[in-house]
């Protein structure tokens, strides 16, 4: 016998609701719990797919810029990424330091600096930075500073499921 039910028969009182639409505070307290993880997981997802788009689309904008910076005839060494958010990402492209000082990069932060207004929005923001560097980069202080993920023009292939080597 429900609690409410063995409250009211000992007493003078009795449900005045409907005994199809009543709920227990138990029941209520489980719905909320069950539709906030529900929410949350909903939530995780949508994060997940928006940053999996955002990392593609950082990806396209990044080939676009090496292949501007080609066109100007700057080599880029490397690219490096930051992840702030699953919104938010810093670039940093290491150049050659000749090609650095040189005349030719003035053209290329106009070209960044349309590409960061023309892409950002509500979901998806990113800033571009440039670096010199000599012979040997010191890829141990980029790491320190946040840039985790180094930029690869040809990316891995994928796996097909069972075709893995154990």
Do not use: H
């Amino acid at each position: 016998m429900p609690t409410l039910t063995k409250i009211s028969a000992t007493s003078n009182w009795g449900s005045s609701s409907p005994k199809d639409g009543l709920f227990t505070s138990d029941f209520v307290i489980d719905a909320y719990i069950k539709g906030k993880s529900d929410g949350i997981g909903q939530k995780e997802k949508l994060i997940q797919e928006k940053f999996s788009t955002n990392l593609k689309k950082l990806s396209t904008n990044t080939s676009e810029l090496i292949t501007f910076l080609k066109s100007k005839k700057i080599p880029v060494t490397d690219v490096f990424l930051k992840v702030n958010s699953w919104s938010t990402f810093n670039l940093l492209v290491i150049v050659p330091r000749k090609d650095f000082t040189s005349s030719k990069v003035t053209s290329v932060y106009n070209y960044i600096s349309d590409l960061e207004v023309k892409e950002e929005n509500d979901l998806f923001r990113f800033q571009i930075s440039i670096l010199s560097a000599g012979d040997k980069i010191n890829t141990g202080s980029i790491n320190a500073d946040g840039f985790r993920l180094k930029y690869n023009s040809k990316p891995p292939k994928k796996v097909e499921e069972g075709t893995r080597n154990s």
